[in-house]
């Protein structure tokens, strides 16, 4: 196949439907524009005569929500790494995925490289505002392996401020506790003779990190809010 015996897919699409090329381009974006069976995002894609083009029934001219991704974190892994079509997690495949949804994503409240489970990315300023905003009203729910002895009174002394600490079994720690700094919970733990082995979010705000599994992510819901 030659550029000399093909057609940009926007063309052709303008062409068949018929449209403007300007909503061409948006239906291909969206994903709406099948080749031979083959969904293809890129206006610019070159499409032979014998090729089947087809419009997804659903198409829509509406303009494409921005997206908002909760991942699963590994430790010790790069979140944005992990962020592949392959990677969506399996019970959360309601909603179509596009390429475009992993352009542009912003990440949110950060997890530090050894920490796991709940990170956030979004392509939605609002989203990202709230939560640079009000992250450090946002209360997080955090799970702490340790090893070590805890001094005396050492988890009254954790629950001084607003934070809340409870023992989840002998050598795990919950944290409640609103914006995080970076190392503030390995500090805390140092200081009432404890070393923190796993660092774990499993909730910002109302946002929970649910069953989703290690290294997998979905996406944001409408009715979800943090």
Same mark, same amino acid.
């Given at each position: 196949?030659?550029?000399?015996?093909? $057609?940009r897919?926007?063309?052709?699409?303008?062409?068949?439907?018929?449209? =403007?090329?300007?909503?061409?381009?948006?239906?291909?974006? /969206?994903?709406?524009?099948?080749?031979?069976?083959?969904? $293809?995002?890129?206006?610019?894609?070159?499409?032979?005569?014998?090729?089947?083009?087809?419009?997804?029934?659903?198409?829509?001219?509406l303009?494409?929500?921005? $997206?908002?991704?909760?991942?699963?974190?590994?430790?010790?892994?790069?979140a944005?790494?992990?962020?592949?079509?392959?990677?969506?997690?399996?019970?959360?495949?309601?909603?179509?995925?596009?390429?475009?949804?992993?352009?542009?994503?912003?990440?949110?409240?950060? !997890?530090?490289?050894?920490? =796991?489970?709940?990170?956030?990315f979004?392509?939605?300023?609002?989203?990202?505002?709230?939560?640079v905003?009000?992250g450090?009203?946002?209360?997080?729910?955090?799970i702490?392996? $340790?090893?070590?002895? #805890?001094?005396?009174?050492? !988890?009254?002394? !954790?629950?001084? /401020?607003?934070?809340?600490? =409870?023992?989840?079994?002998?050598?795990?720690?919950?944290?409640?506790?609103?914006?995080?700094?970076?190392?503030? #919970?390995?500090?805390?733990?140092?200081?009432?003779?404890?070393?923190?082995?796993?660092?774990?979010?499993?909730? #910002? /705000?109302?946002? =929970?990190?649910?069953?989703?599994p290690?290294?997998?992510?979905?996406?944001?819901?409408?009715?979800?809010?943090f």
């Amino acid at each position: 196949m030659t550029e000399d015996t093909t $057609v940009r897919l926007a063309k052709r699409v303008a062409e068949q439907i018929p449209c =403007s090329r300007r909503e061409a381009e948006l239906y291909i974006e /969206g994903g709406y524009v099948l080749v031979d069976g083959t969904v $293809v995002e890129e206006p610019g894609a070159r499409v032979a005569a014998e090729q089947t083009v087809t419009l997804a029934p659903d198409a829509t001219l509406l303009e494409l929500a921005p $997206v908002t991704i909760l991942l699963n974190k590994p430790a010790g892994a790069d979140a944005l790494r992990c962020l592949t079509e392959e990677t969506r997690s399996k019970d959360a495949r309601k909603q179509r995925f596009l390429k475009r949804d992993l352009l542009n994503l912003t990440p949110a409240l950060p !997890l530090e490289a050894a920490a =796991s489970g709940l990170f956030v990315f979004t392509q939605d300023f609002r989203v990202a505002r709230k939560l640079v905003d009000d992250g450090a009203k946002m209360e997080q729910e955090i799970i702490v392996d $340790v090893e070590g002895t #805890i001094a005396d009174n050492g !988890l009254a002394q !954790l629950n001084l /401020g607003a934070t809340k600490v =409870s023992w989840q079994n002998e050598r795990r720690l919950r944290f409640a506790m609103k914006g995080p700094k970076p190392s503030q #919970i390995d500090k805390m733990c140092h200081a009432v003779g404890l070393k923190a082995t796993a660092v774990k979010r499993l909730r #910002i /705000g109302r946002i =929970s990190m649910g069953a989703l599994p290690v290294g997998e992510w979905r996406y944001l819901q409408g009715y979800e809010r943090f």
